[in-house]
């Protein structure tokens, strides 16, 4: 899966917009995660959400993002991955990620990268590279970062 952060802005609620968004991404079969909202209490009051659309393909994304983007839905600044060197040989550094045995995507230098072999309870190493890689000794490491 591929996936992209929106933002909406404004009367998302009383404007229908928000439900429009929603829809429009489970009519091309793509789904979302909320990870934000926050509502106006007041009829002046603009209100915030944020959104996780994910879909099967990178174009399929692209261009259900062009689609959402006429609603007014704008993309998250995407940055990449935080790497911390392993402090020693067969330790992980503090806060690193831990995979699921989901597919998973790595961002280096502005690329994302599919993680082979996807192993649960694993780390992600990259190498000098950038390329992600299975852990081996004196790595670099993906720190886990908090939305």
Do not use: C, W
């Amino acid at each position: 899966m591929f996936s992209e952060t929106i933002e909406l802005r404004g009367h998302i609620i009383d404007s229908l917009i928000l439900p429009k968004v929603l829809d429009q991404i489970l009519t091309h079969g793509a789904n979302f995660k909320i990870g934000e909202i926050t509502i106006g209490q007041k009829r002046a009051d603009q209100s915030f959400a944020r959104i996780e659309v994910s879909a099967e393909t990178s174009d399929a994304l692209d261009e259900l993002i062009l689609r959402l983007r006429q609603h007014g839905a704008e993309v998250a600044e995407r940055t990449d991955a935080q790497l911390a060197p392993a402090p020693a040989d067969g330790v992980f550094p503090p806060e690193f990620y831990v995979m699921t045995n989901q597919q998973t995507f790595v961002r280096v230098d502005g690329k994302e990268i599919e993680v082979r072999p996807t192993m649960m309870d694993s780390a992600i190493a990259v190498d000098r590279k950038g390329a992600p890689r299975e852990p081996l000794n004196s790595s670099t490491f993906v720190k886990a970062t908090k939305s």
